[in-house]
């Protein structure tokens, strides 16, 4: 619940049947609850959680490349983190190509120190970015991942790559199945790239694009996954 003292009142004395909210904040999840007032005693409160639309300085532009070693200019990337395997943005691990020493999009479980992740502790994490998809476009996305985690027949320890409405909440919950268009397992610690199509039927709409790691609270190896090197791109079909 959110604490009373966060709370603003909008107003006390609604009498439509619908009100406004104004000099919201773009990009920004609002909880937004209300309640009749009847004569000596009101109604149970009907609580509701609202997204405002993100603005273009919110949205990553399309073609889109990230190496991650300028670390000055990562700031498009938001976190989620859910237990003691986080993700981070750092040089404990990475695939460069261009510098002598480079950075990468990792999960740590020592504030990016290492790679490494404890193995009996259930997390589950989010690093996401927001696009905006447009009609009649076609997308696709290419990095490079590095897992050594669970191998079968586990298989419990994995990043997911989805796409996730901005309507939803990324949480303690991994994205529903249908929000999923890529899973890695293991690359047995090897670098390797990966490219995945944007389902074809995809709604134009704005998005989370979300790499979601999980691992449960047994087995498992270090190092967790790693990534580097994305790439964001249409196609002409």
């Given at each position: ?10 107003s ?24 009749t ?27 889109y ?20 395997n ?8 990475d695939?460069?190509t ?15 120190a ?19 998809t ?46 999923v ?7 047995n ?14 709604e134009?709409?704005?998005?989370q ?29």
């Amino acid at each position: 619940d959110t604490p009373s003292s966060t709370w603003t009142t909008l107003s006390n004395n609604i009498t439509e049947q619908s009100y406004t909210l104004t000099n919201l904040n773009p990009y920004t999840r609002y909880q937004v609850k209300v309640w009749t007032v009847c004569g000596q005693t009101n109604s149970e409160e009907e609580q509701t959680e609202i997204v405002t639309l993100p603005t273009e300085e919110n949205l990553i532009p399309i073609p889109y490349s990230q190496d991650f070693d300028d670390l000055t200019s990562v700031s498009e990337w938001y976190f989620s983190n859910h237990g003691v395997n986080q993700w981070h943005i750092g040089t404990a691990v990475d695939n460069t190509t261009t510098e002598t020493d480079g950075s990468a999009l990792y999960i740590s479980n020592d504030n990016g120190a290492t790679n490494n992740y404890t193995n009996n502790s259930i997390s589950v994490s989010h690093a996401y970015t927001l696009i905006e998809t447009l009609e009649d476009s076609y997308y696709g996305i290419s990095f490079d991942v590095k897992l050594q985690g669970e191998t079968t027949p586990y298989e419990t320890d994995y990043l997911t790559i989805s796409l996730v409405p901005i309507t939803e909440s990324l949480s303690t919950n991994m994205p529903s199945s249908n929000r999923v268009i890529g899973k890695i397992l293991t690359t047995n610690n090897q670098w390797e790239r990966i490219t995945l199509p944007f389902p074809q039927d995809l709604e134009p709409s704005y998005y989370q694009l979300a790499f979601s790691w999980r691992n449960n609270e047994e087995n498992g190896q270090s190092p967790a996954v790693a990534v580097d090197n994305i790439n964001l791109y249409t196609t002409p079909c």
